[in-house]
């Protein structure tokens, strides 16, 4: 009797920033570092599902269990919401992405996970549809829409829970330096100092500046960029949780650089820069340095296209 083919299937995801200053829960961009997770279908009957991870420090101590593992649950996510049943897999997973850093390393497991409930199920997916369950696994749709699909990503939620997302392609000439410091922070404690109420004007301040951001993106006005960041609705509320951001965010400009930011919940920072990759880390690195953070620099291309697939047959009896 034939046993249940065995296969495997491979999903790259990028990572993302989000907010890229005044465009708070609608602004992500992908960045060229990746999670990389291989799930293998194991035919054997009463096999028991796990994750093995590893790569970037605090990789090797994500969870491992189905109860647990965040790319596990977001599997399960996107079975329950498909009525559809999935065998167990086996997950080895490299991860070059830093953890809880604000760099979209839980959107892009959240995304992993999604198309992987599609994949080993035998399921075609809509990104879509893809978007749609990511955004119910991780709470906001900024950091997974840019994972999914690429580039700069625009997103909307509607008042039904529904989410739309726009792309639109990034500048080569535009890197991102993105300064990470020695320590971690946890997206809901940073949420959780955000105002519940805000000022008409930092309202209308926002609205602006993040139309402004994409407006001058299109036209090839980047010296307007800088004035495009500028944020009164969350960066004020986390500067106590990051040390050295306010000192960071008041760096004047400088030859290359087009704006800095804190990139999405933080604690990274980063900068859109043109020129200067190096000089431009290291001056954020040193006001991280100032507030005794060790911090280390990392310049990313933009990731043009979102997630990646690719199956491999493994054996047939």
């Not at 083919?5 to 990746?34: H, K, M, Q």
């Not at 010296?223 to 306010?246: C, F, N, S, T």
């Amino acid at each position: 009797m034939m046993a249940p083919r065995e296969f495997s299937i491979d999903v790259r995801v990028p990572a993302s920033t989000a907010n890229l200053g005044a465009g708070f829960d609608c602004l992500g961009l992908a960045l060229e570092v990746y999670l990389n997770v291989r799930a293998t279908v194991i035919s054997k009957p009463g096999a028991r599902a796990v994750a093995r991870s590893r790569g970037v420090k605090g990789s090797s101590s994500l969870p491992s269990t189905p109860e647990e593992n965040l790319i596990f649950r977001a599997m399960a996510h996107a079975a329950e919401r498909e009525k559809l049943r999935f065998p167990a897999v086996r997950l080895a997973v490299q991860n070059d992405i830093p953890v809880a850093s604000g760099l979209g390393s839980s959107a892009a497991a959240t995304v992993a996970g999604v198309v992987l409930g599609f994949a080993v199920a035998g399921r075609a997916m809509s990104r879509e549809v893809a978007l749609q369950y990511a955004a119910e696994v991780e709470g906001h749709a900024d950091n997974v829409a840019a994972a999914l699909l690429g580039g700069l990503v625009v997103t909307v939620a509607g008042k039904d829970g529904s989410v739309a997302a726009v792309r639109k392609r990034w500048p080569k000439m535009i890197r991102v330096v993105a300064v990470t410091p020695q320590c971690t922070l946890d997206t809901s404690k940073s949420r959780a100092v955000l105002a519940r109420t805000v000022d008409f004007r930092d309202a209308v301040h926002n609205l602006q500046r993040s139309a402004l951001f994409v407006a001058a993106l299109e036209e090839r006005r980047y010296d307007l960029l800088w004035e495009a960041m500028q944020d009164r609705l969350h960066q004020i509320y986390r500067k106590a949780l990051v040390p050295g951001l306010a000192d960071i965010l008041a760096i004047p400009r400088m030859p290359g650089l087009l704006g800095i930011a804190l990139s999405g919940a933080g604690p990274s920072v980063i900068a859109l820069a043109t020129d200067r990759f190096d000089v431009i880390g290291e001056e954020i690195a040193s006001r991280f340095a100032r507030h005794g953070l060790e911090s280390a620099f990392r310049t990313f291309e933009i990731a043009q296209d979102g997630f990646s697939t690719s199956e491999k047959h493994l054996r047939r009896r």
